[in-house]
């Protein structure tokens, strides 16, 4: 990892030399060092393994320069980056390449500025990095992945229900006993100034997740376990034994028709639907564009009345928290929908900016931007991509950092099952994906594991994964929440930067279709 205080140089150095080029109107500099160190798991009781393969790092560093140019038909905006250079040499290539991608943008207004009013400022810090995170060593990575395989092996172990289908404890193996996943440690250090903002600001970030899935071979069993915090000393494998417990409790899984039934959605489904489907939609740009399915309702209701979603990037002790966002802003908390109406967007500077010029804003936001500025505060422009964590060599965009889903009434997980009384527990999702366009609203995806039926208001007989998917709509769902617990966890979806606090949520009517099983010809 780059140290923070070679980043701040090169990002003084940078706006040095750029501020000496004549046709340089506004420039920003942003530079940052990210490193992601994974462990692959890979446990088979029936076929030699290692149980964690492929300790393994990568690290990309570099800086990133966005420039506004003066040109004959007006200011020209372009961004140009280099990897793994933070000399002049790299800084002057960075500033040539966004002079050469340099456009012509009629809707860009300015780089982003602080605003001039007490308490407007960077906060500090929202949390504290994990040094462990930042210095981990290779012994310790490794030793991390192997805390998962351990308290998935103990569950194992200890499983009378196990030792029954196999008849004895000495047979336990035979059953094709699987764990795989991963476990990935984060490390994220940026630094950024402007012409507008010509002092430094510097953020540091780390945290840890895993994704465990643990399976009964022989009895098509399969069980899912996640985890995410700030510091490594918090973390200790409990992923592994909750993956574990539930491929074991889903022996026996029985098949649904297909039908119309109250359900509880647990925590990796909620992940998912906000991940793909709820927060696309809150996003200003998907509003600027007449993509979101929530066009023209801020200010109304948009789902029921219990139900509360909102953003917090500075939120002090969560994983997905930070300081600033890579606009030099300060990140903060966006109310989204509060107590069933839709009352701000998820935006950067730029989204901000245009949407408050749009001449069509009124039909597109259902407000004029110009009364209402709290529904666009620029809390969420960062620079990520597919390899994980903040890059350098993107322009920010819009994301998510820490976002909470809360309700009315308290529900604890089994007050939750008696509300529904008799139901479908969903427990996890995948191929979630809008239909028609995420305007529409209309979604589908499967259920592949960790759902039961709800009996009595009671967890009972365990389902077949890939045999229901759900089909519904976005807006529906939303208005038939029923409730929410209390209780969330840190769930990141595949793919995803945002960390989702996800409760468990009940919702009436939602619609289950049974797969067409595979009949093999006699």
């Not at 960077?122 to 805390?147: F, Q």
């Not at 699987?178 to 002092?199: C, I, N």
Request: glycine residues 10%; aromatic residues 6%.
């Amino acid at each position: 990892m780059i140290p923070i205080a070679t980043l701040k140089t090169t990002v003084q150095r940078a706006l040095r030399q750029v501020a000496r080029m004549k046709d340089v109107q506004e420039a920003e500099v942003f530079a940052s060092s990210t490193g992601q160190l994974l462990c692959r798991l890979n446990y088979t009781s029936e076929i030699p393994c290692n149980g964690v393969e492929e300790p393994k790092s990568s690290e990309s560093f570099g800086i990133g320069i966005r420039a506004v140019f003066a040109g004959d038909d007006g200011p020209r905006v372009g961004f140009g980056s280099e990897a793994r250079d933070l000399s002049p040499i790299g800084i002057r290539r960075a500033l040539e390449k966004a002079r050469h991608n340099a456009v012509l943008d009629p809707e860009f207004i300015s780089l982003p500025a602080l605003e001039s009013k007490p308490g407007r400022g960077p906060r500090r810090s929202a949390r504290d990095h994990d040094r462990a995170i930042m210095e981990v060593k290779d012994g310790a990575l490794v030793e991390v992945g192997w805390r998962v395989i351990n308290e998935a092996l103990k569950v194992f172990a200890s499983s009378d229900q196990l030792a029954w289908m196999a008849g004895s404890k000495d047979k336990v193996p035979s059953l094709g006993l699987l764990v795989g996943g991963d476990v990935s440690l984060f490390q994220q250090r940026t630094a950024l100034a402007s012409t507008r903002m010509p002092k430094v600001q510097t953020d540091e970030s780390t945290f840890v997740t895993s994704y465990v899935t643990s399976m009964v071979e022989r009895k098509n069993a399969k069980g899912s376990g996640y985890a995410a915090t700030t510091h490594l000393a918090k973390f200790k494998g409990e992923a592994g034994g909750e993956a574990a417990r539930n491929a074991v409790r889903a022996a026996g899984g029985e098949r649904l028709p297909s039908g119309t039934y109250a359900v509880v959605l647990g925590p990796q489904p909620v992940t998912d639907l906000m991940t793909n489907l709820i927060l696309p939609s809150l996003s200003a740009d998907a509003f600027y564009s007449s993509q979101t399915a929530f066009l023209g309702e801020l200010g109304r209701t948009v789902a029921a009345e219990a139900l509360t979603i909102y953003d917090h990037g500075a939120a002090r002790g969560m994983v997905g928290s930070k300081r600033l966002t890579c606009e030099g802003l300060p990140t903060g908390r966006t109310d989204l929908i509060r107590s069933g109406v839709l009352q701000g967007l998820l935006s950067n500077h730029y989204e901000t900016q245009r949407l408050l010029r749009d001449p069509q804003a009124r039909e597109k936001l259902g407000i004029n931007p110009q009364e209402h500025p709290e529904a666009l505060v620029p809390r969420n422009g960062f620079r990520l991509s597919s390899r994980g964590g903040r890059q350098f060599d993107v322009p920010p965009a819009i994301a998510a950092t820490n976002v909470f889903i809360e309700g009315a009434e308290p529900h604890t997980a089994e007050s939750l099952l008696r509300l529904v009384n008799n139901g479908v527990y969903i427990g996890r999702i995948w191929y979630t994906y809008p239909i028609n366009g995420l305007r529409a609203g209309d979604f589908t995806c499967t259920v592949v594991a960790d759902s039961y039926l709800i009996q009595n208001g009671r967890l009972t007989v365990p389902l077949q994964g890939n045999t229901i998917r759900i089909t519904g709509n976005i807006r529906q769902l939303l208005r038939n929440v029923l409730g929410v617990t209390k209780q969330a966890r840190p769930v990141v979806g595949w793919g995803a930067d945002e960390v989702v606090y996800a409760p468990e949520i009940a919702v009436r009517d939602v619609r289950l279709s049974e797969i067409a099983q595979f009949m093999e010809r006699v």
